[in-house]
């Protein structure tokens, strides 16, 4: 369920809050290392072998907090989404079986790239009609390879929706940042995209991330030498 603007903006605080409360734990934790130093309870060797404890720790600690509070900003700002661009994620949160099309798609908006790159396609909405349309999308979960759960990137349209005028076509940019840990290289993922206002009709979303090219070592004499 969809918590109000509020809630969510509670949320977003108390994550704050949580990460803050980590650093000064961190922090407090190193100045009692450095008193035990000065007071002469701990040698230079006791000492080091503390400080690296404290590092490793303290580490772990710092990039589980990391990933912990990325995760909860992530999730919030995409429910804020969702209640200020309803057209656009109004099914989200519905169950993934729900979301099937009887419609066969019209087209297929291809997007391609490397983990961390955002993939950018545009497609064409046209009004063959006499009257104004009322654009606007609805997105599907993205699903990829077996065993992995559907899952919701931050993609963006460009425009979100519009008012079509008669005998009128637009181009909408689709922007999906291939977001690392959600796309995984040599993988294809696929989504839905119905567009409404016109007429009602699906075109699939296909993502297929592409994996880094490789670093090749090269005999500096041999370049020399051609």
């Not at 290392?33 to 772990?60: C, H, N, T």
């Not at 600690?61 to 057209?87: C, D, H, K, M, Q």
């Not at 099309?101 to 497609?123: H, K, M, N």
Request: a negative charge; aromatic letters at 8%.
């Amino acid at each position: 369920m969809i918590g109000r603007p509020e809630e969510i903006g509670e949320r977003i605080q108390d994550l704050t809050v949580r990460f803050g409360a980590e650093i000064m734990r961190s922090l407090q934790r190193y100045s009692e290392l450095l008193q035990r130093f000065a007071s002469g309870e701990l040698d230079e060797i006791a000492a080091r072998e503390a400080y690296l404890q404290f590092v490793r720790d303290e580490s772990a600690s710092y990039f589980r907090s990391v990933a912990e509070v990325g995760t909860g900003y992530y999730n919030a700002i995409l429910e804020l989404t969702s209640i200020y661009n309803p057209p656009l994620f109004e099914q989200a949160f519905r169950p993934a079986h729900k979301q099937a099309s009887s419609r066969p798609p019209r087209g297929t908006i291809e997007l391609s790239g490397l983990p961390g790159d955002e993939a950018v396609a545009t497609f064409r909405v046209d009004n063959a009609s006499n009257d104004r349309k009322q654009i606007s999308f609805v997105l599907s979960e993205f699903t990829g390879p077996p065993g992995l759960a559907p899952f919701r990137p931050p993609l963006r349209l460009l425009p979100p929706r519009f008012i079509l005028e008669p005998s009128h076509s637009q181009l909408v940019t689709v922007c999906l940042p291939l977001v690392p840990g959600l796309f995984i290289p040599e993988q294809r993922y696929n989504a839905l995209l119905t567009i409404r206002g016109c007429e009602v009709f699906d075109m699939t979303i296909d993502v297929l991330v592409h994996a880094s090219p490789s670093v090749n070592a090269r005999n500096v004499r041999e370049e020399e030498g051609s």
